[in-house]
């Protein structure tokens, strides 16, 4: 074959050998696409799959964990939770909009494939410098643009996006993150699996038609950006919200019958991945007839249709005999369905075109066995550079104070989270774009569901394995805030370029810090997506481990607030204060510097902060409860204040002012009413966790920490309008 066909598959000498030896003869142009596909770095993990070996993923309440669409927990009373996050990246830099919407609507599908209705959603997005000269007007395009997407979809959908994280920085300027989460609810006997299995059994294709958009996709999810693949638009895919909404609801009737065997998402890589991943795990083979596929555009070719990531497509494998009702069911919410192949027992995918055998592979080596590659690492150079940084304060401290608050990664985000419908469906209990973690109502069982969404790229890059394990540490902990006892997380681990030997050795250690904080933590791992290639003419992003925690509180009635709603509230800071600057938002703030060493983690402290926590709701000691994170007390406070419209008074106690914007971890700052303040203070001598009385909350109009001395209206204004300013 042409070898420079080849290399436009992004196939390697050493991986065109191993096809060779897997056909015993040269691939035809559509075998070289499918494997092509299905070996890309998107659907293979092939860079990646090395560091994952290891992640906890066992606990008794995991119903399934890494390997299907998404992981399943149990939330109690023979209910199932399901949930997955995901990248987008590429698509949403290249077109915003249809980016973003594909990527929800992907993620919606994943979730509602295994049996469950989609019932939340949360997002993790960074973007670049907003203010660069070159960049800034993009960034905000951007901005716009990925919001608008998913607004868009999840909205249509009826799923409420009930909360997320939003950062922005200038390694971002190249490319944006856009990471999207989806959890559902079922019964854990009604749980679904992608599998194919059956000799005769039918394949049905069903939802929408497929067309030539997004061809090419996953590939292009497998590559870094350069001048000459910058105008990728025929890459993206264009998504339909009600089409996908008529689909969630057809498969939730299907999956009452006793009809199927197995479903799949059509996702990256399209038939190609859900056919060969369907097979695989059944270790089944397949007959597909590529003529009967639903097509919304003519002349289509079966290298084409195996490709296309057209969207809102499912592949089902149903019960021999049943075809005709599981296509009554799809065609009354007026969708396509049609038998397109049958299940055998070659272990090959045959595929045909007007009965001639135009394709065949065996399906284990491509669906189980792709290329595992053992990538050079190497420790990155620029790590001699900032270890020994310290930061210092040089400003006035209530003039930080304030450009802290005015600066784009603290203060509301509300022009995002404002267009976001995030109370339909009418479970909503928390939906937070401000403070902590977001809660859903499980109605089914009267449980609470809470979970957030945690990525401090800064941290990442001065220290990849501890910047891993303090996301699942603070993910964790702020779903403890909430009185929920944190349980599972997912993962969307999104690096640089792979080829780069630096780039490498932060991922390895990135993988080494969520192993190590989930065994500790005693939360394990069930779903996840690995996004790699995050570069553009040669510079990677910071690394950027997404988590997303899990966690249940038995009665939803319960749910802790995040901030104080009424004067009088004795305001405690719980944990060690250790001066942890490196990485910090102040010095990024003050020096323009992210630099600096991190302290490890001190796990026995940070569970048993979680366990405090849970019993102290339990006990009914607790008004409100908030993470410490970015910003320090400093700013966790500022917003606490901002968003309860209520005033303070606190005295830190740091005989060095700096202290309040240090960053320490597994600390929380929690209000406590009067009534109960002796039976809290009992509480904490048993967990025997350090306790500090900053002050009260007041009817007062100010906010007072140390030297800090604001109205609330001037804390509201700058928490509450800075943001919509600058995105205009």
């Given at each position: 074959m042409d070898k420079e066909i080849i290399k436009a598959h992004k196939i390697s000498d050493e991986e065109y050998d191993q096809i060779l030896e897997i056909l015993g003869r040269?691939?035809?142009?559509?075998?070289?696409?499918?494997?092509?596909?299905?070996?890309?770095?998107?659907?293979?993990?092939?860079?990646?799959?090395?560091?994952?070996?290891?992640?906890?993923?066992?606990?008794?309440?995991?119903?399934?964990?890494?390997?299907?669409?998404?992981?399943?927990?149990?939330?109690?009373?023979?209910?199932?939770?399901?949930?997955?996050?995901?990248?987008?990246?590429?698509?949403?830099?290249?077109?915003?909009?249809?980016?973003?919407?594909?990527?929800?609507?992907?993620?919606?599908?994943?979730?509602?494939?295994?049996?469950?209705?989609?019932?939340?959603?949360?997002?993790?997005?960074?973007?670049?410098?907003?203010?660069?000269?070159?960049?800034?007007?993009?960034?905000?395009?951007?901005?716009?643009?990925?919001?608008?997407?998913?607004?868009?979809?999840?909205?249509?959908?009826?799923?409420?996006?009930?909360?997320?994280?939003?950062?922005?920085?200038?390694?971002?300027?190249?490319?944006?993150?856009?990471?999207?989460?989806?959890?559902?609810?079922?019964?854990?006997?009604?749980?679904?699996?992608?599998?194919?299995?059956?000799?005769g059994n039918p394949v049905i294709y069903v939802g929408s038609k497929t067309g030539r958009d997004g061809l090419g996709g996953a590939v292009m999810a497998s590559d870094s950006f350069n001048e000459q693949n910058k105008s990728l638009r025929p890459t993206v895919q264009i998504g339909d919200p009600f089409s996908e909404k008529l689909l969630m609801e057809a498969c939730l009737e299907l999956f009452k019958t006793d009809f199927i065997i197995g479903i799949q998402d059509m996702g990256a890589a399209g038939l190609t991945s859900s056919s060969f991943e369907m097979a695989g795990r059944s270790g089944s083979g397949m007959k597909l007839y590529l003529e009967k596929t639903p097509m919304s555009e003519s002349g289509m070719t079966p290298y084409e249709l195996m490709l296309s990531e057209s969207q809102e497509r499912m592949l089902i494998c149903a019960k021999k005999g049943c075809e005709n009702q599981v296509i009554e069911i799809f065609k009354k919410w007026d969708l396509d369905a049609v038998v397109i192949g049958e299940v055998t027992d070659t272990g090959n995918m045959e595929l045909f075109w007007n009965n001639e055998l135009v394709g065949m592979i065996p399906i284990e080596p491509l669906s189980e066995k792709a290329p595992i590659l053992d990538r050079p690492i190497s420790k990155p150079k620029y790590l001699d550079n900032i270890k020994d940084y310290q930061f210092e304060l040089k400003s006035d401290i209530q003039d930080l104070f304030i450009q802290m608050m005015k600066n784009e990664?603290?203060?509301?985000?509300?022009?995002?989270?404002?267009?976001?419908?995030?109370?339909?469906?009418?479970?909503?209990?928390?939906?937070?774009?401000?403070?902590?973690?977001?809660?859903?109502?499980?109605?089914?069982?009267?449980?609470?569901?809470?979970?957030?969404?945690?990525?401090?790229?800064?941290?990442?890059?001065?220290?990849?394995?501890?910047?891993?394990?303090?996301?699942?540490?603070?993910?964790?902990?702020?779903?403890?805030?909430?009185?929920?006892?944190?349980?599972?997380?997912?993962?969307?681990?999104?690096?640089?370029?792979?080829?780069?030997?630096?780039?490498?050795?932060?991922?390895?250690?990135?993988?080494?810090?969520?192993?190590?904080?989930?065994?500790?933590?005693?939360?394990?791992?069930?779903?996840?997506?690995?996004?790699?290639?995050?570069?553009?003419?040669?510079?990677?992003?910071?690394?950027?481990?997404?988590?997303?925690?899990?966690?249940?509180?038995?009665?939803?009635?319960?749910?802790?607030?995040?901030?104080?709603?009424?004067?009088?509230?004795?305001?405690y800071l719980l944990g060690e204060t250790s001066g942890n600057f490196g990485g910090s938002l102040v010095m990024k703030i003050q020096d323009k510097k992210v630099a600096g060493n991190l302290k490890n983690i001190d796990y026995k402290a940070e569970l048993t902060l979680w366990n405090f926590l849970y019993r102290a709701n339990q006990e009914s000691l607790l008004e409100c409860a908030n993470s410490v994170g970015v910003g320090g007390i400093a700013i966790t406070l500022a917003k606490m204040c901002a968003i309860s419209k209520k005033g303070t008074i606190l005295e830190s106690g740091f005989s060095d002012k700096k202290m309040i914007f240090d960053e320490s971890f597994s600390r929380?700052?929690?209000?406590?009413?009067?009534?109960?303040?002796?039976?809290?203070?009992?509480?904490?001598?048993?967990?025997?966790?350090?306790?500090?009385?900053?002050?009260?909350?007041?009817?007062?109009?100010?906010?007072?920490?140390?030297?800090i001395n604001l109205s609330k209206k001037e804390l509201e204004n700058l928490y509450f309008e800075s943001f919509k300013e600058q995105i205009q």
């Open positions: 040269e691939p035809n142009l559509l075998e070289l696409g499918v494997i092509s596909a299905m070996w890309s770095e998107h659907c293979s993990y092939k860079s990646s799959k090395k560091y994952l070996n290891g992640f906890p993923t066992k606990a008794p309440w995991v119903i399934q964990g890494p390997g299907e669409n998404a992981g399943v927990i149990d939330i109690g009373q023979d209910m199932a939770a399901v949930f997955k996050v995901e990248s987008h990246n590429h698509p949403s830099f290249i077109e915003p909009f249809a980016g973003a919407a594909t990527g929800v609507g992907g993620i919606l599908r994943d979730v509602f494939t295994m049996g469950a209705r989609v019932v939340a959603g949360l997002n993790s997005l960074k973007f670049g410098n907003i203010y660069d000269e070159k960049y800034g007007n993009h960034q905000k395009y951007l901005v716009k643009g990925v919001v608008s997407g998913i607004s868009h979809y999840g909205n249509c959908m009826g799923v409420p996006t009930i909360g997320g994280e939003c950062s922005f920085d200038e390694c971002f300027n190249g490319n944006i993150l856009v990471n999207a989460f989806a959890l559902g609810i079922c019964k854990k006997e009604d749980i679904f699996y992608a599998k194919a299995e059956g000799v990664n603290v203060n509301d985000k509300a022009f995002i989270y404002d267009q976001f419908d995030s109370s339909v469906q009418t479970n909503t209990i928390k939906a937070d774009g401000k403070l902590g973690a977001s809660v859903i109502r499980v109605k089914e069982n009267n449980a609470a569901i809470a979970m957030a969404i945690e990525c401090n790229s800064r941290l990442n890059y001065i220290d990849p394995k501890v910047g891993a394990s303090a996301a699942v540490a603070s993910a964790g902990r702020k779903v403890a805030c909430t009185g929920a006892k944190p349980l599972a997380i997912s993962d969307c681990l999104n690096y640089g370029n792979p080829q780069n030997p630096e780039v490498m050795w932060q991922f390895a250690q990135g993988c080494e810090g969520i192993k190590e904080a989930c065994k500790e933590l005693n939360t394990p791992v069930v779903s996840g997506n690995v996004s790699l290639y995050n570069e553009t003419e040669g510079v990677s992003i910071y690394p950027s481990p997404t988590i997303v925690n899990v966690g249940v509180l038995e009665n939803s009635s319960r749910v802790l607030k995040a901030s104080f709603d009424k004067a009088g509230v004795r305001i929380a700052i929690i209000g406590v009413d009067e009534a109960y303040e002796e039976q809290f203070l009992q509480l904490i001598k048993e967990f025997n966790i350090k306790a500090y009385k900053l002050g009260i909350s007041t009817d007062e109009d100010c906010f007072r920490l140390d030297e």
